[in-house]
């Protein structure tokens, strides 16, 4: 797969290449994952897979049904890192194969740079060359500059999961978004 490279956001600590994952990427994939987890406001689960099991989710990544991309900050030079990931999956039965879900997550050093922007968008290419006609995500209520940037994507929000976290600090709603790539798909009845 070619590199995507966006030539139109340039956050002030250097280039940002957009780029699918490899298995050499597990080990600063898990330590991204980690640190974002570890903030716990984010994501339902408790932690990411271990190294091991992200090497083998990349290497094993069927390019018609999956895509996995990172965002690296100064790539190709001496220092560089892994600031965010997107990840997209088709839905597996054949009624509902051209939907996919996507989760996505930005470094918090590097968020409200444009990063969430540039990852989302580099999803849409991939989701039309194999059929994909809607992107769907799920996000927490409180995420509130996560889902300004889906809404100014596109995305539309479609469901309420009331109450589906629970911390510490009581429960949070999980939100449904989606977003159809093509307008002739939106599930409206004729008129």
Do not use: C
Request: aromatic letters at 6%; proline letters at 7%.
């Amino acid at each position: 797969m070619p590199r995507i490279v966006p030539s139109t956001i340039r956050p002030p600590e250097g280039p940002i290449e957009v780029r699918p994952a490899v298995t050499g990427d597990a080990g600063a994939l898990h330590a991204l994952m980690d640190g974002i987890y570890q903030e716990d406001a984010w994501f339902v689960g408790d932690g990411p897979p271990d190294v091991r099991t992200l090497a083998g989710k990349i290497r094993s990544l069927d390019p018609s049904r999956a895509m996995l991309l990172v965002a690296e900050m100064h790539p190709g030079r001496a220092y560089h890192e892994l600031i965010g990931w997107i990840e997209v999956r088709r839905l597996g039965y054949r009624r509902v194969e051209h939907v996919a879900t996507l989760t996505l997550a930005v470094a918090a050093r590097a968020r409200r740079r444009g990063v969430g922007r540039m990852l989302l968008r580099a999803v849409e290419p991939w989701a039309r060359r194999v059929g994909v006609l809607k992107l769907r995500l799920d996000v927490r209520a409180g995420n509130e500059a996560a889902i300004a940037l889906y809404e100014a994507e596109g995305f539309e929000r479609e469901g309420v999961e009331r109450g589906l976290v629970r911390d510490e600090a009581g429960f949070e709603d999980n939100l449904i978004y989606g977003k159809f790539l093509t307008p002739e798909v939106t599930g409206e009845p004729d008129r």
